[in-house]
């Protein structure tokens, strides 16, 4: 998954996308853990070292914060050293980190950010907008750098003062903040590609090592932030979510990060476990590719979004633990469109449909899929039986993590994919769906909805706005060449002494800075 695919992944919450219009003075992207909090009368204490695992394989191992990250674990480790612009907030969609605030322009076209007091990177130097100005030109000149920060061209980058820095938009962009929650992770000006994997950060955690996959981080006792309450975190990298929980299971390990449901059916009869439930985190949809190719009639998508049981495939797949989708990507935007007409299954409707097509009901197409994270291929095989009562015959391929996403992802005419974040509807439209997207998962070029999406982010008036917003989920809902069949919920496995796990879905749960252990 490209980089910000895998980036994009665990990128955070939606709340609310109003808030991103006003400057910021509050908050960090921090979270509050019920769940996982024991009693309530517990005083968070300093000290201890927190075991995590994390997904990944060896042979996808990168260093580089601005670079393809395919594994879990290295997103993880990355983002404990280094800090992002803006992270997901507990009250607002995106909430200050190494930006202490930021104010647009009366065009939204012009954002200034102001990099917060005090922070300084590992080795002590303070930060200054060179810094970030350099990382996040650095970032933007990556392959997938217009996707990480659209609408914004490497000249429109600049520093006005040693503290401020801003950022011009091709066009007007009421949500700049939040776009910019992701991959800006701030580095040195001038570190060469050689220095990249010791790098200092300016994040809660100061690398201590780095072996395989495998990582110590220790606290960074002069974070800008706040008080971090863990000595260390110790990252473990695993192959399956199996093997992970049943480290998690044995005591190895503190935490399970993003095991899926399976484990969690697993562990709910231990009740030295926690379980901690983020749902509707992770969007599991299924890909058509609208360019070109067998599925680029919209009549063959409709067809396909009306074949599949979408309450069998959450129930079976996701073990309950999910919702099901209404091929809509940004659940969890207060703006989603929760009055569009839920799909269900309608196998006349559907052959009725390919039988119009002209679709070629002989032939056997090939669904990719990969086995990153758990339900994920499970999905795709289900999805075959399902759609053949309708006369659509599907051989499920299951590819290597990194074949599938440097060849099939972004080509293929039917794939698997998955995110693990529920932002906003412009995020996802943003990241995946605009014509110029160079995520454009399906190759999605649809003129109305390009228009919608202007609309939508040049309107700070809140009315028009979500009208627009509205407008916008109706032609996804229509026409994309999505089929979101359901949402997956985040779980982490968690030993009894954990405390104040992050429940913020996606960049939001690796926030460890307030996780503190009872013991």
């Not at 007091?117 to 650095?138: I, M, N, Q």
């Not at 996707?147 to 061209?153: V, W």
């Not at 299971?249 to 935490?255: E, M, Y």
């Not at 609309?455 to 809140?462: C, E, N, R």
Request: glycine share 10%; hydrophobic share 40%; aromatic share 8%.
């Amino acid at each position: 998954m490209g980089v910000t695919r895998r980036q994009l992944l665990w990128a955070g919450a939606g709340i609310g996308a109003a808030g991103a219009l006003a400057a910021c003075s509050s908050g960090k992207g921090g979270s509050t853990d019920t769940a996982a909090s024991g009693s309530a009368s517990e005083q968070p204490r300093s000290g201890g070292t927190l075991k995590v695992g994390a997904l990944g394989k060896a042979s996808a191992v990168t260093r580089d914060p601005h670079g393809t990250q395919a594994n879990e674990s290295d997103y993880l480790i990355l983002s404990l050293v280094y800090d992002t612009l803006t992270v997901p907030g507990d009250r607002t969609n995106t909430a200050p980190r190494l930006a202490a605030g930021w104010k647009p322009s009366e065009d939204l076209k012009t954002w200034r950010f102001t990099v917060a007091d005090g922070a300084k990177f590992h080795d002590g130097t303070p930060v200054t907008a060179d810094d970030v100005v350099w990382s996040l030109k650095r970032l933007r000149a990556t392959p997938s750098g217009a996707s990480r920060l659209p609408g914004i061209k490497p000249e429109g980058i600049t520093a006005e003062d040693a503290r401020t820095v801003v950022l011009v938009s091709d066009y007007a962009n009421a949500d700049l903040p939040l776009l910019t929650r992701l991959t800006t992770f701030v580095l040195k000006k001038g570190t060469g590609d050689d220095a990249i994997a010791t790098a200092p950060g300016t994040g809660p955690f100061k690398l201590d090592w780095f072996r395989d996959g495998n990582a110590r981080l220790v606290r960074n006792d002069d974070w800008y932030g706040g008080k971090v309450l863990l000595d260390a975190v110790e990252v473990s990298i695993f192959e399956s979510p199996q093997a992970m929980a049943n480290a998690l299971l044995a005591g190895q390990i503190d935490v399970a990060s993003n095991v899926g449901a399976v484990a969690a059916r697993t562990a709910e009869a231990r009740k030295d476990v926690q379980i901690l439930r983020r749902p509707n985190d992770m969007a599991m949809p299924i890909v058509m590719r609208t360019a070109d190719g067998p599925f680029a009639d919209p009549r063959v998508r409709e067809a396909l979004r009306l074949a599949v049981d979408r309450d069998a495939m959450v129930k079976q797949v996701l073990s309950g633990y999910g919702t099901v989708g209404n091929d809509v990507l940004g659940t969890g935007d207060p703006a989603f469109a929760k009055d569009l007409p839920q799909r269900r299954r309608d196998l006349d409707k559907a052959r009725q449909l390919l039988a119009e097509a002209g679709f070629d009901s002989a032939k056997t197409y090939d669904l990719l899929t990969t086995e990153d994270i758990s339900g994920l291929a499970e999905s795709a095989t289900l999805f075959a039986t399902q759609v053949r009562e309708a006369g659509v015959k599907i051989n499920v391929v299951k590819q290597d993590s990194k074949i599938f996403w440097d060849a099939s992802w972004l080509k293929a005419p039917l794939y698997t994919t998955y995110w693990g974040t529920n932002d906003s509807v412009v995020f996802f439209a943003s990241k995946t769906m605009v014509s110029e997207s160079g995520q454009n998962e399906a190759g999605w070029k649809e003129p109305s909805f390009d228009e919608a999406y202007r609309k939508a982010l040049g309107t700070a008036d809140t009315a028009e706005r979500a009208t627009a917003l509205h407008r916008l989920q109706e032609i996804e809902y229509a026409k994309s060449g999505y089929l979101l069949w359901g949402m997956a919920d985040g779980i982490d496995l968690a030993g009894a002494p954990v405390r104040n796990l992050p429940r913020l879905p996606g960049y939001g749960r690796v926030q460890l800075e307030k996780t503190w252990l009872a013991r």
